[in-house]
């Protein structure tokens, strides 16, 4: 059983910067891929970034890719999100999710473990 906790959002401007956390305990995390997901209200959860078990892939959204960088500190069991160049549109709530047995990384059904998610918005 992995427990998953996510910290860093809050409000910001358009074009600003937040650094998401997710801390995890329970079980160590460099045996598991690791993904970030969003949620805004009255859509669907969409995949934001995913990375291997080593942190040597990284895959992002279309909508993200240039502007968001994930990245894990096994020895700290912990995974990141840097969104730079904010925009409204990334008004969401975010999550983090382990997942073991990754396919694409993409879809929400292949991941095990979520967090209870950080707001995120971001004013025009």
């Known amino acids: 059983q992995v427990q998953l906790v996510e910290s860093g959002g809050g409000v910001v401007q358009a074009g600003g910067s937040l650094r998401l956390s997710c801390a995890a305990s329970g079980r160590t995390l460099r045996t598991y891929a690791m993904g970030w997901f969003r949620q805004a209200p009255g859509k669907e959860r969409e995949f934001a970034a995913a990375?291997?078990?080593?942190?040597?892939?990284?895959y992002y959204a279309d909508s993200v890719k240039g502007r968001f960088t994930i990245s894990r500190d096994n020895a700290k069991n912990t995974v990141y999100l840097q969104m730079n160049n904010l925009k409204p549109e990334d008004t969401a709530v975010y999550y983090c999710?382990?997942?073991?047995?990754?396919?694409?990384?993409?879809?929400?059904?292949?991941?095990?473990?979520w967090g209870q998610g950080t707001q995120v918005t971001v004013s025009s």
């Open positions: 999710a382990a997942g073991s047995g990754l396919t694409t990384g993409k879809s929400p059904v292949e991941y095990n473990y």
């Open positions: 990375i291997s078990r080593s942190g040597g892939n990284t």
